[in-house]
C-alpha cells in the first residue's frame, strides 16, 4: 500500500474533488498542500452538492483532513467555509480539521492588491479569482506573511503588521486604491485567534507519524500543472507549485511520502481567466461542451472557456508534473459528438513543435495540429464498468493513453460518486 498523489493535468476543474472524494474511502488522511481558496472542487453525493474550497474533500467522508503549510489560508474564507458545510451536515472540528501552525494568512489587503493590480493591467489582465492569492504568495516569499502561529503572539502581530503595511498600502496608495489602517486589521486578527488556534498544530509531526505507522495519505491537489506558476503558461498561472513533488514540500514530509501520483484530466479541456489556449473552440461545439458540461467556475461563476483535448499538453503535465497514472472525467460530456479532434502538436509561425514552447508570443501564436476520430452516439453518462462504453469511446481513450504516455486509469461517466470505473487502485501503487 502506499500514499496517492492528485493533481490536476490541464488548467484546472478536471474534477480532482470528485475523484479525491471517491478515493478517500481508502485513504485515513486527506492532505491540502498548496492554493487557496482560488479552488473550488465539487463533489455529488446522492442529493447533496458539497462546494468546497479550503477544507480537504475528504472530510465528507469523515476523513481526518489537513491543511498543510503550502495552503495559504483566508481565516474568514475558511471560518465561512466551515460554516456553510456544517450547515449541510457535516463534521468539522480541531478534531477533523488540522491546520499547519506555519501556514501564510490571507487578510483583506492581499484581496483588495489583487483587484486593483488586476484593474491596472485592463486588457492583459490575467483573471485571477481575485482571492488574493498572489500577493500572500508573495509576502511568504518576501518573508513579511502573517502565519497562523503568529496569532499566538500579539507582539509579533504588532511588529509584522506595520513591515506588512508599510509595503501594501505604498502599493495600494500607487495604485489609487484605499489603504488599511492597522488598527482595524490587528482587532481583526485578534478576533479570529481563539477561533482558529484550536485547529493549529505542526501537522508534519503528525502526518510524519501516520506515515511511520502505515496510514494512508492521499495529497488533495488544487489548480493543475498547466497553472503551475514554473511549468504553466506564466503569467497566466496561479502563484504556488502545484506538481507532486509540492505535496512533500507542501505537507512537511519527505518526497517519498508522495507515492503514486494520479493526474485527472477532463475528456476535453476548459480554462477559466486569460492565457493561451490552444484548441479552444469558439464555434457550436465549444457551445455543446460548455452546455453540457455545466462550464460555470465553482469560485466565481465565470463561464468556462471550452476546447479539444490537447494531448501534447497533457503529455508535458505528464512528464513535469511526475504523473503516473490519468483518470479520465467528464467522459460523458462527448456523447453525441460525431468526430472528436485530438491536438497532438503545434504549428507556431510554421515550425513543428511537440510540446508547448515556454515564451509568452509563442505560445499565444500556438495553433494545434488535430487527429480526428470517430464519436459516439450512445449515453455513456453513468457507466460503471468498461463493457458499458462504446467501442468508439474505449478507442478515444486508448489513444489518449498512447499520445500522453501515461496509462489511464480511472473514468468518471457523471458528477455522482460512484459513476467511476476504476482500473487499476493508486494505494495499491
Ligand atoms: P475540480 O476543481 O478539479 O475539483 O473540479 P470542479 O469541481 O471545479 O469542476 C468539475 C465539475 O464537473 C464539477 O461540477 C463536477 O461535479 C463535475 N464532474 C466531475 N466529474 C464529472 C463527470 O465525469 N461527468 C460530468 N458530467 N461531470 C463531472
Ligand atoms: P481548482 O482547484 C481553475 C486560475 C484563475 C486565473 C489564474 C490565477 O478548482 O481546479 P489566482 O486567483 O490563483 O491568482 O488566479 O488561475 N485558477 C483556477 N482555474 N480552477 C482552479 O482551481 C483555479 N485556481 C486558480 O482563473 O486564471
Ligand atoms: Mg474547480
Not at 501564510?104 to 492569492?133: S, W
Not at 493549529?200 to 506515515?211: D, F, S, T
Amino acid at each position: 500500500m502506499t500514499n496517492v498523489t492528485i493533481i490536476g493535468a490541464q488548467w484546472g476543474d478536471e474534477g480532482k474533488g470528485k475523484v479525491v472524494d471517491w478515493l478517500a474511502s481508502r485513504a485515513d488522511i486527506v492532505v491540502r498542500f498548496q492554493g487557496g481558496h482560488n479552488a473550488g472542487h465539487t463533489l455529488v453525493v446522492g442529493d447533496q452538492t458539497y462546494k468546497l474550497s479550503l477544507l480537504p474533500s475528504g472530510l465528507v467522508r469523515g476523513k481526518m483532513g489537513v491543511i498543510g503549510n503550502g495552503v495559504v489560508v483566508d481565516p474568514f474564507a475558511l471560518l465561512a467555509e466551515i460554516g456553510r458545510v456544517s450547515a449541510q451536515g457535516l463534521k468539522v472540528s480541531p478534531e477533523t480539521l488540522r491546520i499547519a501552525d506555519n501556514a501564510p494568512l490571507i487578510l483583506p489587503v492581499h484581496a483588495a492588491l489583487d483587484a486593483a493590480r488586476e484593474a491596472a493591467r485592463g486588457a492583459r489582465k490575467i483573471g485571477t479569482t481575485g482571492r488574493g492569492i498572489g500577493p500572500a504568495y508573495e509576502d511568504k516569499v518576501a518573508r513579511r506573511a502573517i502565519r497562523i502561529c503568529d496569532l499566538a503572539e500579539p507582539e509579533t502581530l504588532d511588529a509584522k503588521l506595520d513591515e506588512l503595511l508599510l509595503h501594501h498600502n505604498t502599493l495600494l496608495r500607487g495604485l489609487g486604491a484605499p489603504e488599511f489602517a492597522k488598527a482595524d486589521l490587528m482587532a481583526q486578527l485578534l478576533d479570529l485567534a481563539p477561533k482558529l488556534l484550536p485547529y493549529a498544530e505542526p501537522v508534519w509531526e503528525r502526518l510524519n507519524e501516520a506515515k511511520a505507522s502505515g496510514a494512508k495519505i492521499l495529497f488533495e491537489g488544487a489548480q493543475a500543472v498547466m497553472l503551475d506558476v514554473d511549468h504553466g503558461t506564466y503569467p497566466f498561472v496561479t502563484s504556488s507549485n502545484t506538481v507532486a513533488g509540492n505535496a512533500a514540500a507542501g505537507s512537511g514530509l519527505g518526497p517519498d511520502a508522495v507515492g503514486r501520483v494520479l493526474g485527472i484530466a477532463k475528456a476535453y479541456c476548459t480554462r477559466v481567466g486569460s492565457g493561451p489556449f490552444p484548441t479552444e473552440l469558439f464555434d457550436e461545439i465549444g457551445q455543446q461542451l460548455g452546455e453540457r458540461g455545466h462550464e460555470f467556475g465553482t469560485v466565481t461563476g465565470r463561464k468556462r472557456r471550452c476546447g479539444w483535448f490537447d494531448a501534447a499538453m497533457v503529455r508535458q503535465a505528464v512528464k513535469v508534473g511526475g504523473i503516473q497514472g490519468l483518470a479520465l472525467t467528464k467522459l460523458d460530456v462527448l456523447d453525441g459528438q460525431t468526430e472528436l479532434k485530438l491536438c497532438v502538436g503545434y504549428d507556431i509561425n510554421g515550425q513543428h513543435y511537440k510540446h508547448l514552447p515556454a515564451g509568452v508570443a509563442a505560445q499565444a501564436a500556438a495553433k494545434p495540429i488535430y487527429e480526428v476520430l470517430e464519436g459516439w452516439s450512445s449515453s455513456t453518462r453513468g457507466a460503471r464498468s468498461w463493457a458499458q462504453l462504446p467501442a468508439a469511446a474505449i478507442k478515444y481513450v486508448k489513444r489518449i493513453e498512447e499520445l500522453v504516455e501515461a496509462p489511464v486509469t480511472l473514468l468518471s461517466t457523471s458528477p455522482e460518486r460512484d459513476d467511476t470505473i476504476l482500473m487499476q487502485d493508486p494505494f495499491a501503487g
